[in-house]
C-alpha cells in the first residue's frame, strides 16, 4: 500500500498533515489510555463523601496528641452529620485503670431469641444490608459441643426448642488474640482493659485478621455500610461504633462507647432471661468475679486454641 | 459526464482517513464503555426489612407491684378486701385429683409451680391472716413490694445468686460509683403463679448474601464459627 508521504510533504497544513496516520494513532491511543485511566479510577467515585484530605493525613491513634484526636473528632463529627443529618456525640475513651472487662455467658439460661444481635446491631451502628452482625447465636443438640452440628440459620415459631441449647458468640477477647498478631498495619490492638480495638481509619482490608480469627468474629464491610438515619445511635466511640466505611473490618468491642463510660454493653441489657454477664474482673465482688469462682464455668471455647478468651461460657449447678 | 477517477495517492490518503477515523470511533466507544461498566453492574441486593423495634426493647415482660407504684399505676388488683372479707380467710376448694380449683373471680391465674404443680396452695405465699401482705415460710409478714425475698425463702442458691447480681438480669452501670443500676424483681422475668418462663418468636435469623433463597440451605460446615 504506497505512503501518502509524498502528498503531505509536497501540501504543509493540509487535512492530510494534520491527519497523517502517526499523530492520528498518538491522539486516539493518548485518548483510550485516558479512558482506561479514568475507568480504573471511577470504583473511587463509590467511596464517597468519607474520604478527605483530613483523613488521609491521620496519623496512627497511639502518635495522636490529645489535640490531633480533637481535631479528628470535629471531622469525623461532621462527616456523620453531613452523611447522616444527625450530630452525634464522638468521644475518645480510655481504659480505665484497675478494669480488666470479662464476660460471662449462661449456657443453662440462654434461650436463643436473638435479641442480643439486634440490640448490638442497633447500639454498634452495623449495616443492615448487606447485614453484619457481631454475634452469632449457635443452635447445639443437647449432649454435644460439637460446632460442626450447630446451626445459625433456625428459625421456630417459639424459643427454646425441645432438645437444644443456644450458644450466642461474638469477639472473645482473647488474651492472645491471633488477629493482631496478622495486622500488617497494625491497625488493630489489645488495650489494657482486655478489648481488642481496630482503628477503622488505619485499616486497609486485607482481612488477614478475620482468615486468623478461630470464632469467626471479625466482619469485613464489603460495601458502604446501610444505616438508616432513623436508626444511628448518636452516641459514638472513636474506637467504637463510629460509622465504618467500605472496605475495612469490624468486630465486638464490648460496647467501648458504654462500658468505659461505666455501663454495661448493650446485649447484655436486652437479655430477657439474664444469660449475659459482664463486668471487671479485677474487683472481687464483681458478677464476673462470683461467677468465675462459684459456677461452672465449663469452656473458654476453643480452649486448645491457645487464645484464652475473655469470654466464658458456663452452666448452671 | 464522465466518471473521472481520482489519482491513486488521493485515493490512498481518504482510505487511510476513512480507518483512522473508524478506529476513533471504536476507542471512543470502548473509553465509554469502560466508564459506564455495563458487563460489571453490581447485583442489586435483596432488601431485607428492618428488625421489629419490639425485639429491642428492654423493658421486662412482666411489672412487679413496686413497678406499678412506682409508675403511679392501677393497683386495685391488689385491693383483696374489696371482694374477701378480713378475718374470714378464703376456703381453698380442691378437684378428685386434689389440683386446687382457682375460683372464677381469679381466671387470670394459672396455677403451675414447681415440677408437678406441688407448690398449689395460695396461702403458701399469701398470708391467710392478712392478704395485703404474703408470709415466708418461717411466719414472717412481707409486704407485696418486697415480693423477692418471699421467693429467696425457698429458692436459696437462686436468691444467693441474684444478690450478687448473677441471676436475672442488670441493668445501667456495672461501675457503681459512675451511675445507677437496676436489678430486675423475680416476677419481672417469672410470672409467680407459673414461674417457669414461656417460650418466645425469636428474632429473625441472619440473611444470607446469595441471591437465591434456595442457596441458603445450610452447608454442614456453615455454622462453624
Known amino acids: 500500500m504506497p505512503l501518502p508521504e509524498d502528498s503531505s510533504a509536497a501540501e504543509p497544513g493540509s487535512l492530510e498533515r494534520l491527519m497523517s496516520r502517526r499523530n492520528f494513532l498518538r491522539s486516539s491511543a493518548a485518548f483510550a489510555g485516558l479512558g482506561a485511566l479514568a475507568a480504573s479510577l471511577s470504583p473511587l467515585r463509590e467511596l464517597g463523601e468519607f474520604s478527605s484530605v483530613d483523613e488521609f493525613m491521620q496519623k496512627y491513634y497511639k502518635e495522636m496528641t490529645p489535640e490531633d484526636m480533637a481535631r479528628v473528632i470535629k471531622r469525623i463529627e461532621g462527616d456523620v452529620q453531613r452523611q447522616y443529618g444527625i450530630r452525634p456525640h464522638v468521644r475518645d475513651l480510655k481504659p480505665m485503670d484497675g478494669v480488666e472487662f470479662v464476660y460471662c455467658l449462661n449456657l443453662t439460661r440462654c434461650i436463643g431469641c436473638r435479641k442480643c444481635v439486634h440490640a448490638c446491631v442497633a447500639e454498634n451502628n452495623q449495616s443492615r444490608n448487606p447485614e453484619i452482625q457481631y454475634i452469632r447465636v449457635l443452635r447445639l443438640p443437647h449432649g454435644s459441643m460439637d460446632l460442626e452440628k450447630a446451626e445459625h440459620n433456625y428459625n421456630p415459631a417459639a424459643v427454646p426448642e425441645k432438645g437444644y441449647f443456644y450458644m450466642p458468640v461474638q469477639c472473645q477477647q482473647c488474651h492472645n488474640p491471633p488477629c493482631v498478631k496478622v495486622c500488617p498495619v497494625h491497625a488493630t490492638w489489645q488495650e489494657k482493659d482486655g478489648i481488642t480495638v481496630i482503628d477503622y481509619d488505619w485499616c486497609i482490608g486485607c482481612r488477614y485478621c478475620e482468615a486468623a480469627c478461630p470464632y469467626w468474629a471479625r466482619r469485613f464491610n464489603f460495601t458502604k455500610p446501610e444505616i438508616p438515619k432513623e436508626r444511628l445511635n448518636p452516641n459514638m466511640a472513636y474506637l467504637g461504633n463510629r460509622p465504618r466505611k467500605q472496605g475495612v473490618m469490624e468486630k465486638c468491642h464490648f460496647c467501648i462507647q458504654r462500658t468505659r463510660a461505666g455501663r454495661y454493653p448493650a446485649c447484655l441489657e436486652v437479655c430477657p432471661v439474664g444469660a449475659r454477664k459482664f463486668g471487671n474482673i479485677l474487683d472481687p465482688d464483681s458478677e464476673v468475679s462470683y461467677i468465675l469462682r462459684e459456677k461452672r464455668v465449663f469452656i473458654q471455647l476453643k480452649e486448645e486454641m491457645g487464645t484464652n478468651p475473655r469470654f466464658f461460657y458456663y452452666f448452671e449447678k | ?225
Open chain 2, 1 to 225: 459526464m464522465s466518471f473521472v477517477p481520482p489519482p491513486p495517492q488521493e485515493q490512498a490518503a481518504r482510505k487511510a482517513i476513512w480507518v483512522l477515523l473508524g478506529l476513533t470511533g471504536a476507542f471512543l466507544i470502548l473509553a465509554a464503555a469502560m466508564l459506564a461498566k455495563p458487563w460489571a453492574q453490581p447485583v442489586a441486593r435483596r432488601p431485607i426489612p428492618l428488625v421489629d423495634p419490639a425485639f429491642l426493647e428492654q423493658t421486662p415482660w412482666r411489672k412487679s407491684y413496686a413497678d406499678l407504684v412506682r409508675g403511679k399505676e392501677d393497683l386495685s388488683d391488689f385491693e383483696c378486701y374489696v371482694c374477701h372479707e378480713k378475718k374470714n380467710p378464703p376456703p381453698l376448694r380442691f378437684d378428685a385429683q386434689q389440683t386446687l380449683i382457682v375460683p372464677d373471680e381469679h381466671s387470670d391465674i394459672k396455677m403451675g409451680h414447681g415440677s408437678h404443680n406441688r407448690n398449689n396452695l395460695c396461702f403458701n405465699c399469701h398470708n391467710e391472716t392478712n392478704l395485703l401482705t404474703f408470709s415466708t415460710r418461717d411466719g414472717n409478714e412481707l409486704k407485696f413490694s418486697d415480693s423477692s425475698r418471699l421467693c429467696g425463702s425457698c429458692h436459696g442458691p437462686n436468691y444467693r445468686d441474684w444478690e450478687a447480681g448473677v441471676h436475672g438480669r442488670m441493668n445501667g452501670y456495672w461501675n457503681h460509683q459512675l451511675g445507677e443500676f437496676r436489678r430486675l424483681d423475680c416476677v419481672n422475668c417469672h410470672n409467680p403463679h407459673a414461674p417457669r418462663i414461656p417460650t418466645r418468636q425469636p428474632a429473625p435469623p441472619p440473611h444470607s448474601l446469595r441471591e437465591s433463597p434456595e442457596e441458603e440451605t445450610p452447608a454442614p460446615h456453615a455454622a462453624t464459627p
